[in-house]
């Protein structure tokens, strides 16, 4: 019976089992490496752009005919001299000639002023202004009522004043109780009554803490929370194929701490993947094109038809991403005629995707049912039904379309069910 090492405490167990008896490590089945054929375009042309016609050289520019020479605009006739074109005047008579003449003016004579001056002149307006004593004297002032008013007000409080002190004297001659007898009463404040205080309550005994339940011997759910399988190719513990293929069309291989898969023939897929079957899985890989044509693409592996007995064996899908920042979900059924692959989610570019050589992206693909969700870089870029495969095995790998000589680079895988 085959034996393998246990990669936790080294114990030879038979390689049938899952788990190894001495620790309980779960034992991945070694990988199986596989290739198979692409189609040459399984996507749209990118070279099926229209194409323009080719443009004539920089020095077979359309000329332009020839400029008539400047002396054949057409010429004007000669211009008569501008003097010519003044308009005469008839001669002005002299300036002098054109004074009017007025008659002469008869002389002033100046009369002197009579003997002892002029006269007064009256105002203007010929009317005399009164003199200060012409206006009527101000009538007299009247005599103020102020002391009058005042020496009665004066009156009228004394004899109000004495008759009061009259009328509340009291027959010995004391006035204080007659006064305050006649003061309003101020009601008495009442003592506000409060409140007797009542006894505290005792403290009541704190309840006793209730046991806690103890824990069941239900076995814990390792397949939800814990990934079957991890995996940084730092070290050859899962086994992964490290050969050529048979057919030499590209090698598998361990390096500095990664895992590689070189393509060498164009229209070609080369993929590993486990023995082992699953129905929903979590997988996720980081991805990294080393060299190549951009247009070749790489990723995971899901659900892979495998067995004898099986007429489906050989049919899978793959999450794949290119060099160029494009995406696709692909199946290939391996029972229809020699194989045909369909775009279950044709190639769609995405800007999640850091594109070109050396750029590296992490793939992730959730399947639950017939529910695919795929992720690039952390984020949700897709999702999609198809019913077609059920379960199967799961895995990793690259293709090459039109061109070969692609080298992929794989690195942290994990799988674990969602």
Same mark, same amino acid.
């Given at each position: 019976?085959?034996?393998?090492?246990?990669?936790?405490?080294?114990?030879?167990?038979?390689?049938?089992?899952?788990?190894?008896?001495?620790?309980?490590?779960?034992?991945?089945?070694?990988?199986?490496?596989?290739?198979?054929?692409?189609?040459?375009?399984?996507?749209?042309?990118?070279?099926?752009?229209?194409?323009?016609?080719?443009?004539?050289?920089?020095?077979?520019?359309?000329?332009?005919?020839?400029?008539?020479?400047?002396?054949?605009?057409?010429?004007? *006739? #000669?211009?008569?001299?501008?003097?010519?074109?003044?308009?005469? &005047? !008839? @001669?002005? /008579? +002299?300036? $002098? =000639? %054109?004074?009017?003449?007025?008659?002469?003016? *008869? #002389?002033?004579?100046?009369?002197?002023?009579?003997?002892?001056? &002029? !006269? @007064?002149? /009256? +105002?203007? $307006? =010929? %009317?005399?202004?009164?003199?200060?004593?012409?206006? #009527?004297?101000?009538?007299?002032?009247?005599?103020?009522?102020?002391?009058?008013?005042?020496?009665?007000?004066?009156?009228?409080?004394?004899?109000?004043?004495?008759?009061?002190?009259?009328?509340?004297?009291?027959?010995?001659?004391?006035?204080?109780?007659?006064?305050?007898?006649?003061?309003?009463?101020?009601?008495?404040?009442?003592?506000?009554?409060?409140?007797?205080?009542?006894?505290?309550?005792?403290?009541?005994?704190?309840?006793?803490?209730?046991?806690?339940?103890?824990?069941?011997?239900?076995?814990?759910?390792?397949?939800?929370?814990?990934?079957?399988?991890?995996?940084?190719?730092?070290?050859?513990?899962?086994?992964?194929?490290?050969?050529?293929?048979?057919?030499?069309?590209?090698?598998?291989?361990?390096?500095?701490?990664?895992?590689?898969?070189?393509?060498?023939?164009?229209?070609?897929?080369?993929?590993?993947?486990?023995?082992?079957?699953?129905?929903?899985?979590?997988?996720?890989?980081?991805?990294?094109?080393?060299?190549?044509?951009?247009?070749?693409?790489?990723?995971?592996?899901?659900?892979?038809?495998?067995?004898?007995?099986?007429?489906?064996?050989?049919?899978?899908?793959?999450?794949?991403?290119?060099?160029?920042?494009?995406?696709?979900?692909?199946?290939?059924?391996?029972?229809?005629?020699?194989?045909?692959?369909?775009?279950?989610?044709?190639?769609?570019?995405?800007?999640?995707?850091?594109?070109?050589?050396?750029?590296?992206?992490?793939?992730?693909?959730?399947?639950?049912?017939?529910?695919?969700?795929?992720?690039?870089?952390?984020?949700?870029?897709?999702?999609?039904?198809?019913?077609?495969?059920?379960?199967?095995?799961?895995?990793?790998?690259?293709?090459?379309?039109?061109?070969?000589?692609?080298?992929?680079?794989?690195?942290?895988?994990?799988?674990?069910?969602?």
């Amino acid at each position: 019976m085959p034996t393998r090492s246990c990669p936790n405490c080294q114990s030879m167990v038979d390689d049938s089992q899952l788990f190894c008896p001495e620790c309980g490590s779960r034992l991945n089945t070694a990988p199986a490496a596989a290739e198979g054929a692409t189609q040459a375009i399984p996507r749209p042309d990118l070279g099926s752009q229209p194409s323009y016609p080719p443009q004539p050289p920089y020095g077979s520019q359309p000329s332009y005919p020839p400029q008539p020479p400047y002396g054949g605009q057409p010429t004007y *006739p #000669p211009q008569p001299p501008y003097a010519g074109q003044q308009p005469s &005047y !008839p @001669p002005q /008579p +002299p300036y $002098g =000639g %054109q004074q009017p003449s007025y008659p002469p003016q *008869p #002389p002033v004579s100046y009369q002197p002023p009579p003997a002892g001056g &002029y !006269p @007064p002149q /009256p +105002p203007y $307006g =010929g %009317q005399q202004q009164p003199g200060y004593n012409a206006y #009527p004297p101000a009538p007299a002032q009247a005599k103020s009522q102020l002391p009058l008013i005042i020496g009665i007000v004066v009156a009228v409080l004394l004899l109000g004043g004495g008759g009061a002190f009259f009328f509340l004297r009291d027959d010995n001659g004391n006035s204080g109780n007659q006064l305050s007898s006649l003061s309003t009463s101020r009601p008495q404040s009442t003592t506000r009554p409060t409140a007797r205080p009542t006894d505290a309550p005792e403290p009541t005994d704190e309840p006793e803490p209730t046991d806690e339940p103890e824990p069941t011997d239900e076995p814990f759910d390792i397949d939800v929370t814990i990934p079957f399988l991890e995996d940084d190719f730092s070290t050859k513990d899962e086994g992964w194929p490290e050969q050529e293929t048979a057919s030499k069309t590209g090698s598998y291989a361990y390096v500095e701490d990664a895992y590689q898969i070189a393509i060498t023939v164009k229209e070609r897929i080369l993929w590993t993947s486990t023995i082992e079957e699953y129905t929903d899985v979590d997988a996720a890989i980081d991805v990294t094109f080393r060299s190549g044509p951009t247009e070749n693409a790489a990723g995971l592996v899901i659900r892979e038809q495998s067995g004898d007995s099986n007429p489906d064996s050989g049919s899978l899908y793959v999450f794949q991403i290119d060099g160029q920042g494009e995406y696709a979900l692909r199946r290939f059924d391996k029972n229809i005629g020699d194989g045909e692959w369909t775009n279950v989610i044709d190639w769609t570019y995405s800007s999640t995707i850091a594109p070109g050589l050396d750029a590296t992206n992490r793939l992730r693909l959730t399947v639950v049912g017939s529910v695919f969700t795929l992720y690039i870089n952390d984020q949700e870029v897709d999702q999609t039904i198809d019913t077609t495969y059920a379960s199967g095995s799961m895995g990793f790998g690259g293709s090459t379309f039109e061109e070969g000589d692609s080298l992929i680079e794989f690195d942290n895988l994990r799988m674990a069910y969602p």
